[in-house]
């Protein structure tokens, strides 16, 4: 099992930022694939950044060159570096991770940005 806390969502005007860690649990994190979900209100979750064992990164074009996925395998932490964030970046943000037969999600954090 893998447990995953996430922290750091909260109410931003746009332009702004914040950084979303996720704490996850167990001594095999640093071969994990993590990743950064968000889900809007109606619509579906969608992936936002991932990040490999070999610190190899992906972002969906939405985000790209505003977000910043990053590990730190010493405090089995992921984070997720936001800026110049904008109205429609408002969602609930998920952590996940996955091992070949389940897939690990976080409770999620709100993040809300004010025009």
């Known amino acids: 099992q893998v447990q995953l806390v996430e922290s750091g969502g909260g109410l931003v005007q746009a332009g702004g930022s914040l950084r979303l860690s996720c704490a996850a649990s167990?001594?095999?994190?640093?071969?994990?694939?993590m990743g950064w979900y968000r889900q809007a209100p109606g619509k579906q979750r969608e992936l936002v950044a991932a990040i490999t064992s070999g610190d190899s990164t992906n972002y969906a074009d939405p985000v790209k060159g505003r977000f910043t996925i990053s590990r730190d395998n010493a405090k089995n932490t992921v984070y997720l570096q936001m800026n110049s964030l904008k109205p429609e970046d408002t969602a609930v943000y998920y952590c996940n991770t996955f091992k070949p037969t389940h897939v690990f999600w976080g409770q999620g954090t709100q993040v809300t940005v004010s025009s």
């Open positions: 167990g001594s095999i994190f640093s071969i994990l694939t």
